[in-house]
């Protein structure tokens, strides 16, 4: 019989909010709003009040992930799983980028194949 784990809804809801300033990070830094740091308007304030949000809400998944997976056992095959899994994303989307005529060297073609040890 497999145990469960109780369910703390307190953490649940700061992951979410987390996950919202996530959010919140990318509209702010791929939106294309850009103003001039001479001057202090709301709209800007408001942008980057967006941006420091989403480097909290990294922190705080990062810390509430890190709370519930310390007490779980390391194995070995999970961890194969998803340097496989990793992997075989990376070669795919370097066929497709080679398939739309990117050049790529053999450096770039090893880092492809093993984009963990490379920080891909």
């Known amino acids: 019989m497999k145990k469960t784990m109780e369910r703390l809804s307190n953490f649940e809801i700061l992951r979410i909010i987390s ?6 990070h990318h509209f702010a830094l791929y939106s294309g709003f850009r103003y001039p740091s001479s001057t202090i308007t709301m709209n ?21 992930s890190g709370y519930f997976l310390v007490k779980n056992e390391f194995k070995v095959k999970k961890a194969v ?4 899994d990793i992997s075989i994303y990376a070669i795919i989307i370097m066929l497709i980028f080679a398939i739309a005529g990117t050049d790529f060297n053999f450096f770039e073609v090893v880092k492809n194949i093993f984009p963990i040890p490379y920080n891909m």
């Open 44 to 64: 800007s304030v408001f942008i980057q009040f967006l941006s420091y949000g989403g480097q909290l809400g990294v922190n705080l998944f990062v810390l509430i």
């Open 81 to 84: 799983k998803l340097w496989m």
């Open 19 to 24: 996950m919202l300033l996530i959010i919140c």
